[in-house]
């Protein structure tokens, strides 16, 4: 296997544990949900407690990455959260549950993250297509979590033994699959990796050399470059809409369509089935028709499923509404990610820090808004309104397209599995 194959394999191993641990704990939220006696604003407390843990670890993804490299961050962060699952069926305490998702919010935004870094780097060193695919196995492991732990409690699994299973896979994919992700995340321009003290004082000189040119230069324009700020709003809200399906497709068909409990994963199941099978295919359809088509089609696929899922007052109406969404949702944040490295203004592992710090604290903030929403105004009307927050994502593309012109066009690197 030749180095830019072990590297891709394991970023394809990071992002599967990404997945599978958030979708993992998807069929569980019902269990706690009734286990505690939560209505809807309880519940959007509690998982509150997972996106305040995201909030964290937004500004520590960026400096881990920076300080150790990707792999030794992400295969600590994966056992964090594999704990976590473990612990999860077993605790009876509402407090210290609210903990233990609290770290699992930290270390889960921390993998996801600098999984995102690694894959944005191997992407340009290797100079291959792979976004789409790495996110494929993102979706991947989502659909193995959800579907293979809303199994077993269908058959009569006991709760804690799903989370004993959880866990174990997380921990082979750690051990076996994790060996190559990257050391560092510096980079000369001829894509030659650099130690943190060479890019240090690379970065040193370039300051010098801006001084004696009396340039004014500061981080915190890294932090504040607007285009990367709206990058990360635009994530934020599909990955909100990544949260809706997650933690609350199940709560929809089982109070909205009358779906029983062990059975209500099966609603997120077709979300993920469609966003992973488009994913996958996703490098060749961005080559085929360009990153402009793909983000403005995606969003209104998007909103069109939520419109059926909510009006369509059936269970197979919901299924086929959260498949359009899984459709439309696929490949919209990876584009972006690519994107976002390729501003030249911003070093990679900052930009792509930022907006998908920003972007994943979607999947776990907004599960707790969306929860205080339906506890106001009902969960059908909620998901009215997020079709509605996918609309302004639609428009800021338009913005986007308009602002960087080139830059969305997909490049012509062909995808990884074809070469």
């Known amino acids: 296997m030749s180095t830019a194959k072990q590297m891709i ?48 670890s937004m500004p520590t993804s960026s400096w881990l990455s920076s300080r150790f490299g990707c792999r ?18 077993f605790i009876t305490n509402i ?25 944005a780097l191997v992407e340009q060193v ?31 699994l006991p709760l804690h033994l799903a989370g004993i299973y959880a866990a174990a896979i997380l921990l082979i994919v750690t051990v076996l699959g994790c060996r190559h992700l990257l050391t560092t995340v510096y980079y000369d321009e001829q894509n030659q990796p650099l130690t943190r003290e060479q890019y240090l ?34 994530c934020f809200i599909m990955f909100m809409t990544e949260g809706s399906m997650l933690d609350w497709s199940g709560v929809f068909l089982t109070t909205e369509r009358g779906f029983s409990l062990e059975h209500a994963g099966y609603g997120y199941a077709a979300f993920a089935i469609m966003m992973t099978i488009c994913r996958l295919t996703g490098d060749k359809v ?23 899922a909510v009006l369509v007052p059936h269970y197979i109406a919901a299924f086929i509404g959260f498949a359009l969404i899984g459709v439309g949702a696929s ?16 070093p990679p592992h900052i930009s792509v820090a930022i907006v998908n710090a920003i972007g994943f604290s979607g999947v776990l903030v907004g599960p707790a808004l969306i929860g205080f929403l339906a506890h106001a105004i ?22 986007l397209i308009k602002k960087l012109g080139s830059q969305i066009s997909a490049h012509h690197a062909q995808p990884a599995e074809q070469q």
Not at 98 to 114: E, H, R, T, W
Not at 205 to 232: D, F, R, W
Not at 291 to 300: A, D, E, H, P, Y
């Open 331 to 346: 490949n919209v944040v990876p584009q972006l990610v690519s994107v976002t490295a390729r501003i030249k203004e911003v």
């Open 126 to 156: 290797t100079a291959r297509n792979i976004m789409s695919g790495l996110h494929g196995l993102y979706s991947v492991g989502g659909f193995c979590g959800v579907l293979s732990v809303t199994f077993l409690l269908s058959a009569g």
């Open 378 to 399: 009902t969960l059908s009307n909620t998901y009215l309104c997020q079709a509605g927050g996918v609309f302004l994502v639609f428009l800021m593309s338009l913005f």
């Open 72 to 89: 030794t961050p992400i295969v600590v962060s994966a056992l964090i959260v594999m704990l976590c699952l473990l612990s999860i069926p």
């Open 201 to 234: 004082a690379q970065e040193a000189q370039k300051k010098q050399e801006k001084a004696a040119n009396n340039q004014k230069t500061s981080s915190s324009q890294y932090y504040l470059h607007p285009i990367v700020l709206l990058i990360g709003v635009m």
């Open 9 to 56: 394999f394991a970023n394809r191993a990071s992002f599967f544990m990404a997945g599978f641990c958030i979708a993992a704990w998807a069929p569980m939220i019902p269990y706690v949900k009734e286990r505690f006696g939560l209505d809807e604003h309880n519940l959007g407390l509690l998982l509150l407690c997972v996106g305040v843990g995201s909030f964290i």
């Open 95 to 119: 407090y210290l549950l609210g903990l233990v998702l609290f770290i699992m919010g930290i270390n889960a935004v921390a993998l996801d993250v600098i999984s995102n870094i690694a894959g």
């Open 286 to 308: 961005v080559t085929k028709f360009g990153r402009r088509r793909v983000l403005m089609f995606s969003t209104l696929f998007i909103i069109a499923g939520y419109i059926i």
